[in-house]
């Protein structure tokens, strides 16, 4: 049988006669290559090598972008396969790697709330306590687990406390998935057998904000539509209005036009300044007289002051000038929703 201790004496010996003659030396460093060879292919035949094969439990990758955050999940689904899950496969009370092999990877690109509670950027293990009537979800600093064997609550970066929900539907596999999202939220639901396990991940509004605000420091801000982009997003979300007026007039200082007026004179009526804001709703209905769109922006910052009366004759003024039926009758359900106020 070869042992390698033997063939290292071996080497050692025949390394003490190097002085000897030339033919000596090819012949040892004939013998040492040809050692040294057999050796490796010896070794290497003794460590244990391991085949790929495909995962029983199949990675997923889910994620979702909501304004400028993305919220990701990478996890080991589970099979049913005729096992029972809640309670049996997955025991009540004790702390679970929801999924397969390593802990499920939550990740989020910036800081958020988890069902109201505060949650930094970063990426984290997901860890969590199924029970019947209430489970707990833990995202831990440690994100790297081989499930749940080596969990430590001292790395926990959040817990929250949810209710799970029982569903007529069966889910064969478990699953994350997204549903009802908003500008600023998404509810994200744990679906497994007939178990939903949901909870909230919101962004702040400032989050948001900051990254629009970023923008105005390359080339956007170089052009009126940009400020206009984001005046109307702030608008539309009723935040920060005061910026959005400045962000406003700033499209108008590059192009005066009915969009750029009709934006700013809008956003002077929001923040309460309804004598300037009407005055510029006059006045841009003057210089372009025959243009519906003035008449139309016009009314709005009437409707917006709530002079309804004023609002109305402003969108009949438009509908005698537009074009087109589509658009007449975008104007004429305008009106009609004046009555409803």
Not at 159 to 168: D, F, G, L, S
Not at 251 to 274: E, F, Y
Not at 314 to 331: C, G, H, M, S, W
Request: proline share 3%; net charge negative.
């Amino acid at each position: 049988m070869f042992h390698v201790s033997n063939f290292l004496s071996r080497i050692v010996r025949l390394s003490h006669n190097l002085n000897q003659t030339t033919n000596m030396k090819r012949t040892i460093r004939a013998s040492l290559f040809i050692t040294l060879c057999f050796l490796s292919g010896s070794a290497l035949a003794q460590l244990p090598v391991s085949l790929m094969l495909p995962e029983a439990s199949p990675k997923e990758t889910r994620s979702i972008t909501i304004g400028f955050t993305t919220i990701s999940f990478e996890y080991n689904s589970v099979g049913i396969k005729g096992r029972e899950i809640w309670g049996g496969l997955v025991p009540y009370g004790e702390v679970w790697r929801t999924g397969a092999n390593k802990n499920t990877l939550f990740t989020v690109t910036d800081d958020v709330l988890i069902n109201g509670q505060e949650l930094k950027a970063g990426s984290y293990g997901m860890h969590t306590i199924p029970g019947e009537e209430e489970w707990v979800i833990i995202f831990s600093n440690f994100s790297e687990a081989w499930g749940s064997y080596f969990y430590d609550e001292s790395e926990d970066a959040l817990r929250i406390t949810v209710t799970p929900e029982a569903m007529e539907s069966k889910y064969e596999w478990m699953k994350f998935s997204f549903s009802n999202y908003t500008a600023t939220s998404v509810d994200i639901s744990l679906k497994w057998a007939h178990l939903d396990v949901p909870f909230k991940v919101e962004i702040p509004m400032e989050t948001t904000f900051s990254h629009i605000e970023n923008q105005f420091r390359t080339l956007p801000a170089f052009s009126w539509q940009g400020w206009v982009q984001g005046a109307t997003y702030l608008q539309n979300n009723d935040y920060k209005l005061d910026v959005a007026l400045k962000w406003a007039a700033r499209a108008v200082q590059i192009d005066r036009s009915v969009q750029t007026i009709g934006l700013h004179a809008k956003l002077l009526v929001l923040n309460g300044n309804n004598e300037d804001g009407l005055k510029e709703a006059n006045e841009m209905r003057k210089e372009w007289a025959n243009d519906w769109r003035s008449h139309y922006s016009a009314a709005e910052v009437y409707e917006e002051a709530e002079d309804l009366k004023k609002a109305e004759e402003a969108y009949k003024k438009a509908i005698d000038l537009a074009n087109d039926e589509r658009t007449k009758q975008v104007l004429m359900r305008r009106i009609d929703s004046l009555k409803e106020k």
